[in-house]
């Protein structure tokens, strides 16, 4: 039985109910008479078609707003919820009370994980250039767009209601949030980037300058609805003032308290979590109490949470996945239930847009102009307006409490939401498309490769250190390469950390003695044994230590960009695969393999991939007291198997070393017909032969063979007689000399010889090192196209040997 009545234009409905909870078909009981059963299917429909929209979007460079905005509408009722009996059956009146809670419960939590992520010291940390940025990006659209709205009241005759909310539209289209644009970076990969932590630092600027802006005016609004007294707004500021002073002075220090009391374990108990959810409850609750939205609280609570390990990334491991595929778009849902397009006027569409566009122009000209002004690039300028003028949930919640105090009407919010989707769908894949970070690593100019560094010049390397096992090979590795006073090592060690329970990457310069932060903790051994290191080769090495703490999907940017910043030569990094002294094989996390094979593609310089076998492993001391050092070289021929060369030379020069250079040759008739890339192979060995003839410790052997078979054979005789074996990654796909090598393709990052070595199949118990020689934008040509890291002079002995070949082709000698 159902009874209806109406008053004051709300509409109420009664309906008896037998039972509470469902007995089930079989006995008569139909399903979607109960509330839960309701629920459960609301919520499933709306992560089942998210989760479909972002499968088809994502590739497209969509970010996961417009996927759950796409299935509100989808389910709303401009679509399916057009039909009477699936609107009746799915989204009955008498559900909305129980979907609006769990609905907007979704959102507050994630609304409190925003905020947990979110790093408010980048604020103060922000350079002049982002803090122009974002006080430009909240001020132009601001005051373009009302001025706009002001024009338009004057000159165009329009609906009463979009009359008196006009300038309330154009000030809201003109907001930003930190929120939206972290997110939207998260989704592009673009947090690590040089943009994105621009656009990071400057849209905290310009969205604390849109919170407090809005917090003022709905203050102001719920004042001026509910009583005349003067006094009530500040009243109300005043209540705003005293939550915040409980969540900094009460709460903050109850969460320093529960990382001290969780101690090194860095697991939080369930009665943290208890407390934690209580907290976020309670500050909702408080919010409402003092006339603000529900959601200020929690926000403000999880920007008070302090981010990363142990209690940030415990929080957003433990709810992250839940909370965003499937409570979130059940708000988005509810949002989108409102939104009736069939019911919007074209004379509306039309004024509300304009407003949009001008807000538009208004974001890109106030983050373009001073970032020209900074000497930003204009394609990454446009990106970075393109970025900021992004909008997303919480500009959704604006709204949302905008159309509640009366501010704009629902059919302005309908209109609003629409074109903050077409807009925001429209953003995302042009900065895929204009803003590639890889590009600004490629190197036109100087080649940064040990072959093109100067004899006596300082060699810059790059080590990345994911476990503090790898640790001791790769010491004994740089103490193989011969650190001297004339030409000294400087070393960058990073240790790579995943990033959790923050939303911005953080890079950590450590120096001697000091202690940056509480996340530096987590290098100190590895940081005091490379110290260690340094202090024994006082005056050769210099030792220069950083933990990267960055997502697995963009932590290649924050090495590349590193290497690109210090002009590193070569950047170690370590295979994903470990071996334990046992002989049994230890497979690390598998994003480890991902990050190496994008550092492959977009390093500045040459990469080395170290597989330790144990041959490398041990303390220093160890490594000092080898009579000899064994080191053999592969030599096939190419870019990167000449890179190799020019590293083992160097380690040539140490006395406890000896250097064993292998050269395949092709039987003469089946050489190819590469010339250009033969003469320099030539010329690497020759000087290889000039530097070490009377050093006795040093061998070059020459193998002439006729297939790959010859060459596994040679190559398994040298099996367990060498410390290290220095090999090229690339090769020519259709040597002979790799012919059938080529079928293994399991780890493609150590090319076929590297695979050879390095496969669990193999008896080889020798540490590998696999060299790739940065590429120049393609192999240079007549030694022209490419300058030393050094000096821009080039090998005129190179260039004069290329010049010859290239007259012999054209029949001129």
Not at 170 to 180: E, L
Not at 189 to 204: C, P, T
Not at 432 to 442: A, D, E, I, T, V
Not at 676 to 703: G, P, T
């Amino acid at each position: 039985m159902h009874r209806s009545a109406e008053n004051n234009g709300s509409r109420w409905v009664c309906q008896s109910q037998r039972h509470m909870r469902n007995r089930g078909v079989f006995y008569g009981d139909n399903p979607f008479d109960f509330a839960s059963l309701i629920l459960y299917t609301q919520l499933s429909l709306s992560a089942l078609l998210t989760a479909f929209f972002q499968l088809i979007l994502t590739p497209l460079g969509e970010s996961a707003f417009i996927s759950q905005m796409l299935a509100g509408i989808i389910l709303g009722p401009s679509f399916l919820g057009k039909d009477n009996s699936f609107r009746s059956t799915v989204f009955p009146m008498k559900s909305f009370y129980v979907s609006e809670t769990f609905a907007f419960f979704g959102c507050m939590l994630f609304m409190f994980l925003v905020g947990v992520k979110m790093d408010l010291s980048m604020v103060r940390k922000s350079g002049r250039r982002a803090l122009v940025i974002g006080i430009c990006a909240f001020l132009v659209p601001l005051m373009l767009n009302i001025a706009f709205a002001i024009i338009l009241k004057h000159k165009i005759t329009m609906d009463p209601d979009l009359h008196k909310s006009l300038i309330f539209i154009a000030a809201f289209q003109s907001s930003s949030s930190f929120h939206v644009i972290v997110c939207l970076l998260a989704d592009l990969k673009l947090l690590n980037s040089e943009l994105g932590r621009l656009a990071v630092s400057s849209s905290m600027i310009s969205g604390t300058c849109s919170w407090i802006c809005s917090i003022i005016t709905f203050t102001i609004r719920q004042s001026s609805l509910t009583t005349k007294q003067a006094s009530l707004p500040w009243m109300a500021l005043m209540s705003l003032v005293i939550m915040l002073i409980i969540i900094i002075y009460i709460l903050r220090p109850i969460f320093s308290w529960m990382i001290e009391k969780t101690g090194k374990e860095k697991e939080l108990s369930e009665s943290h979590f208890f407390c934690i959810f209580v907290m976020v409850l309670g500050c909702a609750l408080l919010g409402e109490v003092i006339g603000q939205h529900f959601m200020f609280g929690p926000i403000v609570l999880g920007l008070a949470v302090p981010d990363g390990p142990p209690l940030g990334s415990a929080l957003v491991d433990k709810l992250g996945s839940y909370v965003s595929s499937i409570l979130l778009p059940g708000y988005f849902v509810f949002s989108c239930a409102r939104i009736n397009l069939s019911l919007t006027n074209v004379k509306t569409v039309g004024i509300v847009e304009m407003l949009a566009l001008c807000s538009l122009l208004g974001k890109l000209m106030g983050t373009m102009l001073p970032s020209l002004y900074y000497e930003l690039p204009v394609l990454d300028s446009l990106s970075l307006g393109l970025i900021m003028s992004a909008q997303g949930i919480t500009d959704i919640l604006i709204l949302q409490h905008g159309m509640l105090l009366h501010l704009i009407d629902q059919e302005s919010y309908s209109i609003m939401v629409i074109s903050a989707v077409l807009i925001t769908g429209i953003i995302t894949p042009m900065v895929k498309l204009l803003y590639n970070p890889s590009k600004r690593y490629m190197s036109m100019k100087r080649r940064r490769t040990i072959q093109h560094t100067m004899p006596n010049a300082e060699l810059r390397l790059l080590a990345c250190i994911h476990h503090q096992d790898i640790t001791p090979s790769i010491i004994n590795l740089l103490e193989v390469s011969h650190p001297t006073l004339k030409s000294p090592i400087a070393l960058y060690v990073v240790h790579l950390i995943q990033l959790l329970g923050r939303s911005s990457p953080l890079l950590i310069t450590h120096r001697q003695g000091h202690r940056i932060s509480s996340h530096s903790n987590q290098s100190d051994h590895i940081i005091n044994a490379f110290h260690l290191f340094e202090e024994i080769n006082c005056g050769t090495v210099l030792v220069n230590a950083f933990t990267a703490i960055a997502p697995y999907a963009t932590m290649h940017d924050e090495i590349c960009s590193l290497a690109l910043e210090k002009r590193a030569s070569l950047v170690i990094i370590p295979f994903h695969q470990q071996w334990k002294p046992q002989g049994t094989e230890e497979l690390s996390e598998k994003p480890i393999r991902t990050v190496n094979l994008k550092i492959l593609n977009s390093a500045p310089c040459s990469v080395g991939i170290l597989v330790d076998r144990g041959t490398l492993s041990g303390n220093i001391k160890t490594m000092k007291s080898r009579p000899f050092y064994r080191i053999v070289v592969i030599f096939l021929g190419g870019a990167d198997d000449r890179e190799a060369l020019s590293y083992a030379m160097r380690m040539a020069e140490h006395p406890d070393v000896g250097i064993t250079v292998i050269q395949f040759l092709l039987e003469s008739k089946k050489r190819g017909k590469n010339l250009v890339s033969r003469e320099l192979d030539f010329e690497m060995i020759d000087k290889f032969k000039r530097a070490n003839m009377h050093k006795m410790r040093h061998i070059y052997r020459e193998e002439v063979v006729y297939e790959s078979l010859e060459v596994i054979n040679v190559i398994r005789s040298l099996q367990n007689l060498y410390d290290l074996v220095l090999v090229g990654r690339r090769h020519a796909s259709n040597s002979p000399l790799l012919m059938g090598l080529t079928m293994w393709n399991e780890f493609p990052e150590l090319g076929s010889l590297g695979e050879m070595l390095a496969s669990s199949d193999s008896n080889w118990e020798v540490s590998l090192l696999v060299v790739q020689q940065q590429s120049c934008g393609g192999e240079e040509v007549l030694g022209f196209k490419c300058f030393t890291e050094d000096s821009f002079a080039v090998d005129m002995s190179r260039a004069t040997a290329k010049l010859s070949v290239v007259k012999f082709l054209h029949g001129k000698e």
